[in-house]
T-cell receptor, first 116, second 114 residues
Framework: GAVVSQHPSRVICKSGTSVKIECRSL??????MFWYRQFPKQSLMLMAT?????????EQGVEKDKFLINHASLTLSTLTVTSAHPEDSSFYIC????????????FGEGSWLTVV | GENVEQHPSTLSVQEGDSAVIKCTYS??????FPWYKQELGKGPQLIID?????GEKKDQRIAVTLNKTAKHFSLHITETQPEDSAVYFC?????????????FGKGTMLLVSP
């Protein structure tokens, strides 16, 4: 299957700082990328959807100024958690969709964020 | 919007037994149904998917069935092995112009005992 790489896999940051997570599609062009947040023992919660070259569409309740998403190329999307607080600590997962009208979506390995 | 229900939430089986996980969906327009396996601390891995133009798909020990009329689909794992232990998520989406998002079930924790 297609490969989606996510980096870093684990990051610890101080409260009040910002942290960036990268998501790359390694062997295909991703017209759409998705960012999820997952709490322990729960399902994936969609945060936002981004199409290359356009602004991300955020789900209800997700602060767009806090979770900045950039999808500058067909193989890279970034999620920046700004002014992080301990409650932002979570498992963040990206996924990428190849092409249009095709629904196969591949996930990255996830990034554990701990805000101290 | 779409709503996906998944059952059971936990499933314990003995090695070699079969495991079945069931999902229902609400939007009759949904036409793509993937299943993901998530191991602890890792991202979900696509294991099998089915589109609405077929009723069954099989890949070695894994099979998925789809009943469009009843709006439910199921994952079947035969000859289970301890390494099958993980959380399994079903999802539904609909294709068309533009992009489409996946709606996930709440997950099933499968435990295969040796």
């Amino acid at each position: 299957g297609a490969v989606v790489s996510q980096h870093p896999s684990r990051v610890i940051c101080k409260s009040g700082t910002s942290v960036k997570i990268e998501c790359r599609s390694l062997d295909f062009q991703a017209t759409t990328m998705f960012w999820y947040r997952q709490f322990p023992k729960q399902s994936l919660m969609l945060m936002a959807t981004s199409n290359e070259g356009s602004k991300a569409t955020y789900e209800q309740g997700v602060e767009k100024d806090k979770f900045l998403i950039n999808h500058a190329s067909l193989t890279l999307s970034t999620l920046t958690v700004t002014s992080a607080h301990p409650e932002d600590s979570s498992f963040y997962i990206c996924s990428a969709r190849a092409g249009t009208g095709v629904n196969t979506i591949y996930f990255g390995e996830g990034s554990w964020l701990t805000v101290v | 919007g779409e709503n996906v229900e998944q059952h059971p939430s936990t499933l314990s089986v003995q090695e070699g037994d079969s495991a079945v996980i069931k999902c229902t969906y609400s939007d009759s327009a949904s036409n793509y149904f993937p299943w993901y396996k998530q191991e602890l601390g890792k991202g979900p891995q696509l294991i099998i998917d089915i589109r609405s133009n077929v009723g069954e798909k099989k890949d070695q020990r894994i099979a998925v069935t789809l009943n469009k009329t009843a709006k439910h689909f199921s994952l079947h794992i035969t000859e289970t092995q301890p390494e099958d232990s993980a959380v399994y998520f079903c999802a539904a989406s609909k294709s068309g112009s533009g992009y489409s998002t996946l709606t996930f079930g709440k997950g099933t924790m499968l435990l295969v005992s040796p």
